[in-house]
């Protein structure tokens, strides 16, 4: 057992001397520790954030408007600038060419590398077709990509055109992409037909057909290429991957011509290969510092999943700030986060080209062909900084790993939920020269609030910092200050890489319902937290009933429709029961209709629907039959009651009983007697 708090690491006075916020201190001629550096950064934000932009030197025109203006939730940064993120992205491939920019792996054995020569002419090929197909400014370009550098390239292709990016994973089920890409109105769909994942391969083109035939403002789809190393694993046969070159060109069957577009209903039809037929030159559109760069997407407990904006500058700004200060990044790093297109984790790995470093991307199962995947990954590619979710250590200290050949990693991040103590500790014993940076932040700033810095040392259970220009708070019941005790996660500053807006949210009613109903002016986040008196930081996981599997928040209301749809189903609530230091158990209550029954077959089917529509990994652990959901009075789901009786809270305490429509059913709703919620 590990206590929480045990010291582990602590930085030598070289990792100290040598770090980035070292130097960046030093440019500013301030003195003092981490704590005075975050102090200042909150309560001189104008002076902080122009420094960020001074200090790297972003490229763009800062205009001689006010760095901030107005309050959240209408706070305004750097009015009169402009900038383009690729233009940032790429800014050294001129002057360096020849430096490695990308590394792509996948399970199967697959290897590609990108100069950053290479790179830019690929995105200026990328943007000529898109170009072609007439977008332009504004237009949305969505993706259903597997994480290959097909993805980053179309991405820099669309912001340098100052069009807006989206992107799922493909293992989303049709249900949710559409959810999500009906809202935007893309203009262009790029998807891929299959992929590999687990030493399987899962066709797609069915779910591909449906989503664009829900998606009317269409007006091309290209068919990205898939992962060539599957071909054989996957026989050759109906549903197996074509075969890519190392340029991404889809090679064509004899007797066709490359370049040929089909219509379908309307909308062209191509190939990765057409797209990116013609060399053309690569441009960036200069945009204002709030100009919309891509909307990702994060899910309450009601309605469709929120479509997140987020701007060219905030992005850049918070990104730059936060890899090279707080996981220390710079031109000799090798830059890995385990992750998929539809976590934000993917934007923020890619970043890394910000900073200079060499980006991996890694497309498949962290787990094959054992629990030691990844690790070998980072080993053989010589990875300086690797992050995953921390599932994945749990699952290393449970099998109880010892990587090898890790002489080049200095730093591991670890988000997506709490890790434990004994996770800490693991790590501490298997890499003790290593330091572990736990994270946590959200989609919604793509970004940690709070996380690590190579100053400071490293506890077990606790988060080191504050991350620079976040004011983090933790808030009581009455909504006032704490330390030292558990509270809400509140940020009462603004970021930068705060949403520029919701998509289709013209009066922002929405956005202000998100963040600021409970505290008027102040950001709510949704998560616990415990901020201790030398400013470290113990994330108790949320504070609302916002599902997070494997770092993938998805909203119940997701899961309803998918499960309702079901004749035989007349009620049903999902609950999610993890808490600090485990993921939890996903817990899905039923009601059936009258005549029907839960039978096997049922639950198969369901947990069929659930997979294919949604995603594995919200599939449930159980699905329980109950007489009735309980609701209020004005007939909402009781989620959050339920999910603190589940873990141990009395009914009385976890639910106001006189507002409940139905509050007999509570009693049905019992914490399992084997413990394992």
């Not at 980035?20 to 309560?43: F, I």
């Not at 203009?187 to 066709?203: E, M, P, Q, S, T």
């Not at 309307?266 to 013609?278: K, P, Q, Y």
Request: aromatic share 10%; with cysteine.
């Amino acid at each position: 057992m590990v206590e929480e708090g045990a010291l582990l690491w602590e930085p030598s006075p070289e990792i100290v001397r040598d770090a980035k916020v070292t130097r960046y201190m030093e440019w500013l001629g301030r003195s003092g520790d981490y704590q005075d550096l975050w102090r200042w950064s909150v309560d001189s934000p104008a002076e902080f954030w122009t420094s960020i932009w001074d200090y790297f030197g972003v490229v763009g025109e800062r205009g001689d408007g006010p760095v901030l203006s107005g309050t959240m939730p209408g706070a305004e940064w750097f009015a009169g600038a402009t900038l383009n993120y690729a233009a940032n992205a790429l800014r050294r491939a001129a002057d360096d060419p020849g430096r490695l920019a990308v590394i792509s792996r996948d399970e199967a054995g697959g290897r590609r590398t990108f100069t950053l020569g290479e790179l830019a002419e690929e995105v200026a090929r990328v943007r000529a077709g898109l170009v072609e197909l007439g977008v332009g400014r504004g237009d949305r370009v969505a993706a259903y990509a597997p994480n290959v550098p097909e993805a980053l390239i179309a991405f820099l292709a669309t912001a340098s055109l100052g069009a807006i990016w989206s992107s799922c994973s493909p293992d989303f089920g049709a249900s949710s992409v559409i959810d999500r890409f009906t809202q935007i109105e893309p203009k262009v769909l790029i998807a891929v037909d299959g992929y590999g994942y687990n030493d399987r391969w899962f066709d797609r083109a069915k779910v591909v057909g449906d989503i664009a035939a829900s998606l009317p403002t269409l007006v091309a789809r290209v068919r990205m290429p898939t992962t060539a190393a599957f071909s054989e694993a996957a026989g050759g046969g109906p549903g197996a991957p074509d075969a890519t070159g190392a340029s991404g060109a889809k090679a064509e069957p004899e007797g066709t011509e490359a370049g040929a577009a089909r219509a379908e209903g309307g909308v062209r039809t191509l190939e990765w290969a057409d797209l990116r037929a013609t060399a053309g030159p690569l441009a960036f559109e200069p945009v204002p510092f709030a100009h919309p760069l891509w909307i990702v997407y994060s899910s309450g407990t009601t309605g469709l999943p929120k479509p997140i904006v987020h701007g060219h500058g905030g992005v850049v700004l918070e990104h730059l700030k936060a890899l090279s200060f707080h996981q220390d990044l710079g031109e000799d790093d090798v830059f890995f986060w385990y992750t998929t297109t539809g976590w934000m984790m993917w934007n923020y790995l890619i970043g890394g080209l910000l900073t200079g470093s060499t980006v991996v991307l890694y497309d498949g199962a962290a787990n094959h062909p054992g629990t030691d995947a990844l690790w070998r990954l980072v080993a053989e590619e010589g990875v300086t900084y690797f992050g995953t979710g921390a599932p994945y250590i749990v699952a290393s200290m449970k099998a109880a790993l010892r990587p090898a050949g890790l002489a080049a990693l200095r730093g591991l991040g670890s988000t997506g939920s709490p890790l434990p103590p004994e996770g800490f500790g693991w790590v501490h014993d298997a890499l003790p020269e290593v330091q572990l940076g736990s994270f946590s932040g959200g989609t919604d700033v793509c970004t940690g609030f709070v996380g690590a810095v190579p100053l400071l040392p490293v506890r077990a259970g606790v988060i080191p910092c504050r991350c620079l220009g976040a004011r983090v708070e933790s808030y009581d019941p009455s909504g006032a200050p704490v330390v030292g005790e558990v509270g809400e996660l509140v940020l009462t500053l603004p970021m930068p890489s705060m949403p520029v807006m919701f998509w289709n949210d013209p009066d922002g009613t929405r956005y202000r319902e998100s963040y600021f109903a409970d505290y008027p002016g102040v950001w709510r986040h949704g998560d616990w937290i415990k901020i201790l008196p030398d400013g470290g930081c113990v994330i108790y996981g949320r504070s609302d009933s916002t599902l997070n599997r494997g770092g993938v928040r998805m909203g119940t209301s997701e899961f309803y429709r998918v499960v309702e749809r079901f004749e035989e189903i007349a009620d049903s609530l999902v609950i999610d029961t993890g808490q600090l230091g485990q993921e939890g158990r996903l817990l899905l209550y039923v009601t059936v209709a009258e005549g029907a029954e839960l039978s096997d077959g049922l639950i198969m089917r369901l947990r069929k629907a659930l997979k294919e529509e949604l995603s594995p990994r919200h599939v449930p652990n159980e699905i329980i039959e109950v007489p009735g959901i309980p609701r209020t009075l004005s007939g909402k789901k009781l989620e959050v009651p339920v999910r603190k009786i589940l873990l141990g809270i009395a009914p009385e305490k976890a639910a106001n009983l006189d507002a409940m429509a139905n509050p007999e059913v509570l009693s049905h709703f019992t914490p399992l007697a084997d413990g394992r919620t």
